[in-house]
């Protein structure tokens, strides 16, 4: 009888298997060694609700707004996002541009732009993709030559080309975002 995972001393002692004789083989191959490159996380950074920034925005890493900001946004090589609760009056210029809140002014983006369901847009859009989801609000131009969409302080801004149906939206728009 076994108690607790113990051998009773009535089993008999079982001899241990015989080793196999070996065959000579030839030397196996070195395991090749893997190679991981570093990769950093990219830095986020985040305006909140309760903040409201008024001037220049520089950086070199990515931003979210949930706040308000007034004035420029230039992020070469990085991400902006704004988010549902997001109010923006500015120019921005960056990498990729997501509007999920409110922006007003024009934007440039190496990349892509994005207007979410629940973006609005007043401004021109200068991007070598853009994306409006259904829903979404948008007042402008869009320019989508990728020749010239690179991101640098004197980037001039998108021409305005306004049909008269475009000028009559415009003052739709701008009366149901006012109100």
Do not use: C
């Amino acid at each position: 009888m076994t108690w607790l995972g113990q051998k009773s001393e009535s089993e008999p002692a079982r001899p241990a298997p015989s080793p196999s004789p070996t065959i000579p083989q030839a030397a196996a191959p070195a395991p090749q060694r893997e190679t991981y490159e570093r990769v950093e996380p990219r830095r986020l950074a985040s305006i909140g609700k309760s903040l409201h920034i008024k001037g220049e925005l520089t950086g070199s890493e990515d931003l979210t707004i949930e706040g308000r900001v007034d004035g420029k946004i230039t992020l070469a090589g990085y991400s902006v996002t704004i988010g549902q609760n997001g109010r923006v009056t500015a120019e921005i210029q960056a990498k990729s541009i997501i509007v999920g809140g409110q922006v007003k002014g024009n934007v440039v983006a190496e990349e892509r732009v994005e207007v979410l369901a629940t973006g609005s847009m007043l401004g021109d859009v200068r991007a070598p993709r853009v994306a409006l989801a259904d829903g979404a609000r948008f007042k402008g131009s869009i320019d989508m030559d990728s020749k010239a969409t690179g991101v640098s302080a004197g980037t001039p801004a998108v021409a305005r080309s306004a049909s008269a149906n475009q000028r009559e939206e415009a003052a739709m728009y701008m009366s149901e975002t006012t109100a």
